[in-house]
């Protein structure tokens, strides 16, 4: 692995580390002062694409998703 990509995937592992340590403080302490908690994770922010699709067509996708699966297993 080139030295470049490798100084990159450390310095993505090191913000995630310490992301994810602040918002396990913060949601800590948001618990016991009554503040806002943080969801979502620092990959989420970064590859975050809203959601286009209507609650019908999401319900549709996952019945179908189910009935799939239950196909797969013998269901």
Do not use: F, W
Not at 42 to 66: F, S
């Amino acid at each position: 692995m080139g030295a470049r990509a490798q100084e990159n995937l450390e310095r993505h592992a090191y913000r995630v580390y310490v992301t994810e340590t602040l918002r396990g403080i913060n949601n800590n302490l948001a618990g016991y002062v009554g503040g806002a908690s943080v969801t979502m994770s620092y990959d989420e922010v970064l590859n975050y694409k809203p959601e286009t699709r209507t609650a019908d067509e999401i319900k549709a996708h996952m019945k179908a998703k189910l009935k799939a699966y239950g196909e797969d297993n013998g269901s």
